[in-house]
């Protein structure tokens, strides 16, 4: 059975850190593309960041560049996402997401493209 389970959500200041993490179980890891998505309340769930494991490559929307670094530890399955300098339009639900898939940043970045999905982790950034 396939699995991911975020963590690290949280209350923060704005100018604040957090770190999530993502633990997958049940894929072949070193094949996927995973990473971050974000929904806010009314709006369409966006993709944050995104690292293909097997070549390292990441992406990232252009509002977190600079700020959002992806990581991946893949002894233990796991990715990250250290989010600094957060702003109140950071606030969402994260979620992990992976699939086996290939393509450049434009198309990894796409929700729909991906099957596999966490429960999410609610960050909040009060102003």
């Known amino acids: 059975e396939v699995q991911l389970v975020e963590s690290g959500g949280n209350l923060v200041q704005a100018g604040g850190t957090l770190r999530l993490s993502c633990a997958a179980s049940g894929f072949r890891f070193d094949d996927l593309a995973i990473g971050w998505f974000r929904q806010a309340p009314g709006k369409e769930r966006e993709g944050v960041s995104v690292m293909r494991i097997s070549t390292g490559d990441t992406y990232y929307a252009h509002s977190v560049e600079g700020r959002f670094t992806i990581s991946s530890d893949n002894a233990k399955n796991t990715v990250y996402l250290q989010m600094n300098s957060l702003t109140p339009e950071d606030t969402a639900v994260y979620y992990c997401?992976?699939?086996?898939?290939?393509?450049?940043?434009?198309?990894?970045?796409?929700?729909?493209?991906?099957?596999?999905w966490g429960q999410g982790t609610q960050v909040t950034v009060s102003s």
């Open positions: 997401a992976a699939d086996y898939l290939t393509g450049g940043r434009d198309g990894l970045l796409l929700h729909h493209y991906y099957d596999y």
